[in-house]
């Protein structure tokens, strides 16, 4: 039982470069989440997913798209990334969206942007 | 935008001591959670509280939550290395305020020394 896995866990990129990273869950949780993690910035919600072929943005979805094609899957895709994304990605996962639910979370992705 | 603020944003202290951080926060919730990072590694589920709840005990940790200042607090107690991480505190909005999702703070630093 994985839980929650993100691949890759480290990429460096040229500016101009697309990219996708993966999330994978095996727990059967509906919702999805992608987030970004910067210094003093907390994690920033970027796109979430409330179920299979739905998606929606968050806080900072500006660079990214998201699909949703598989309920296990959510996939975060960068189509020309920029210095401005050189961040910790962080995928995560709640069964629903009901109040007493946690979130589980991959185990980041570095991304730098050069 | 960031829901929750902590307080202090680092904190060193020596093995057997208590640790207090705290939590701000700007709206009205449903629950407040309190997660811990490792370094390089993603956010793991502490505890949660709900608006109506005023105190909360898991081990050695304690949560309180004051929703007339809206502000919350994690102790712990008889603090050990392993405890040194980035805690984090998360709020989710009342049910009838739209798609519930995690809002997260921008972490306390903990380092525990032996």
């Known amino acids: 039982n994985a839980g929650v896995t993100q691949t890759p866990k480290f990429r460096v990129l040229k500016t101009g470069q697309s990219m996708t990273l993966l999330c994978a869950q095996d727990m059967n949780h509906e919702y999805m989440y992608w987030y970004r993690q910067d210094p003093g910035m907390g994690l920033r919600l970027i796109h979430y997913s409330v179920g299979e072929g739905t998606t929606a943005k968050g806080e900072v979805p500006d660079g990214y798209n998201v699909s949703r094609l598989k309920k296990q899957n959510f996939l975060l895709g960068l189509e020309s990334a920029a210095p401005s994304q050189t961040s910790v990605y962080f995928c995560?996962?709640?069964?629903?969206?009901?109040?007493?639910?946690?979130?589980?979370f991959g185990q980041g992705t570095r991304l730098t942007v050069v | 935008s960031q829901q929750g603020e902590e307080d202090p944003q680092a904190l060193s202290i020596q093995e057997g001591e208590n640790a207090t951080m705290n939590c701000s926060y700007k709206t009205s919730i449903n629950n407040l959670q309190w997660y811990r990072q490792n370094s390089g590694r993603g956010l793991v589920h502490l505890i949660l509280?709900?608006?109506?709840?005023r105190e909360k005990h898991s081990g050695r940790l304690r949560v309180t939550l004051d929703t007339s200042k809206k502000s919350s607090s994690l102790l712990i107690t008889a603090s050990r290395a392993a405890d040194t991480a980035s805690y984090f505190c998360a709020t989710l909005p009342p049910m009838n305020t739209g798609f519930q999702k995690l809002v997260f703070g921008t972490g306390t630093r903990l380092l525990v020394s032996p």
């Open positions: 509280i709900r608006s109506n709840e």
């Open positions: 995560a996962t709640t069964s629903g969206s009901r109040p007493n639910t946690e979130a589980f």
